[in-house]
């Protein structure tokens, strides 16, 4: 290849000169460089009308900025969403610490009890995948323990593998099964760990399953498991996943340990404004209406999902959100994909092969996802008949 002189690199512009002389890729750390990102809906992209793929709540709630003072740097934790949050969890302030979503607390996490190249994160596939993509960012080693046929961890693998772990996340309702971790085997597993490792139980989906608050109230457990780490959020029950709000809830041990490490601002003054509203008795009160009305829907799409011959399983949910096993998912995704119903492929997640994860709408959303997938059955059912005569 010739050499170009300082003329031909002028022509090309900045950008040309950079890409021909250097490649920036070789000044990214290698684990970087190597790291597949954790695909978002929005990232995975489509073109619809009905969104079913990100666990949203289907229409926007209505609030109105109270908060003026934009010219002004923020609280790094906003004083009336922590009480707000404290008194709906039953919890101290000090036991709480507000982030950007719940993602930005299993990010902290690593970066407080972590050592890069000697500590590991121990996790139960299939599950939610940014727990692997943070720890791949610190690069920290993953230790994978897949979950028992049951989908619930199997404490004796785990128990085998804790070796150099400091930290193990554990999603319940798991996404994405949908299924709760049994508390008994939580209790195992803090027990397990006492002193050795911090279990953070990810409880991003637990509004969805208000019968079981009595006998799966975790926050309880804080006194007894000192190492014991809760992830909320608002944006599932709450219907806030736009705002980007989470919360971690421990002793306040871990609390203060955290806030060594996260960012001064973590969240933004209308961030914080509507998060206190949605933390006052009238936000609440909303928050279980809305519950109620998306496990009314759940119920009904489970029910008519399991009538149709493209079904092989429609797997029980404390979700808003639920697992589906088809006889072809990848049709099914796609026929609905070109009418504008977005899905969420979970095909290639351990042990789930021809599983799709449909988000609970409306009920109009819900009829018409049924209403796509019976005639995609009947459809199929015409070309047998037709093949076979």
Request: with cysteine.
């Given at each position: ?20 002389l ?16 954790y ?35 923020p ?34 996490l ?65 996404n ?67 705002l ?21 601002y ?75 119903i ?45 093949e076979?005569?």
């Open positions: 290849m010739a050499a170009l002189n300082n003329s031909d690199l002028r022509s090309q512009g900045p950008g040309s000169i950079m890409s021909t250097f490649d920036i890729n070789t000044l990214a750390r290698e684990n970087v460089r190597q790291l597949v990102p695909m978002s809906a929005r990232r995975l992209g489509g073109n619809g009308n009905i969104w079913l793929n990100a666990n949203e709540y289907p229409t926007a709630p209505d609030f109105q900025l109270s908060e003026k003072t934009l010219n002004r740097y609280e790094c934790q906003p004083a009336s969403v922590i009480q707000r949050y404290a008194h709906y969890a039953g919890l101290q302030p000090e036991q709480i610490l507000v982030s950007r979503g719940a993602d930005e607390s299993i990010e902290l690593i970066r407080v009890f972590c050592e890069p190249g000697r500590d590991a994160v121990l996790f139960c596939p299939p599950t939610y995948g940014m727990y692997s993509v943070s720890a791949e960012t610190f690069g920290v080693e993953q230790k994978k323990i897949p979950v028992s046929a049951n989908w619930q961890p199997d404490i004796a693998a785990i128990k085998n593998n804790l070796d150099r772990v400091k930290l193990i996340y554990i999603c319940s309702p798991n994405p099964t949908g299924n709760l971790v049994e508390p008994a085997a939580l209790r195992q597993l803090l027990e397990l760990t006492r002193n050795r490792a911090i279990v953070a139980i990810d409880e991003a989906y637990i509004e969805f399953c208000p019968q079981h608050a009595a006998t799966y109230a975790t926050t309880r457990w804080l006194q007894d498991y000192p190492h014991l780490v809760i992830l909320r959020t608002l944006s599932k029950a709450f219907a806030l996943a736009g980007r709000c989470g919360f971690t809830l421990a002793s306040a041990d871990i609390i203060t340990l955290m806030l060594k490490v996260i960012a001064p973590p969240l933004a003054t209308p961030v914080a404004d509507i998060a206190a509203q949605a933390l006052t008795e009238t936000g609440i009160q909303t928050m279980r209406n809305r519950v109620e009305e998306i496990v009314s829907n759940r119920t009904y799409l489970q029910q008519e999902l399991s009538k149709s011959v493209l079904v092989e399983n429609v797997f029980p949910s404390e979700t808003n959100y639920i697992l589906v096993k088809f006889t072809d998912a990848e049709r099914v995704f796609k026929t609905l994909w070109d009418q504008g977005i899905l969420r492929d979970q095909r290639k997640q351990p042990g789930l092969e021809h599983c799709l994860r449909i988000t609970i709408g409306s009920r109009s959303e819900c009829e018409q996802v049924v209403s796509a997938i019976n005639l995609l059955s009947r459809q199929t059912q015409h070309i047998k008949e037709t076979n005569p």
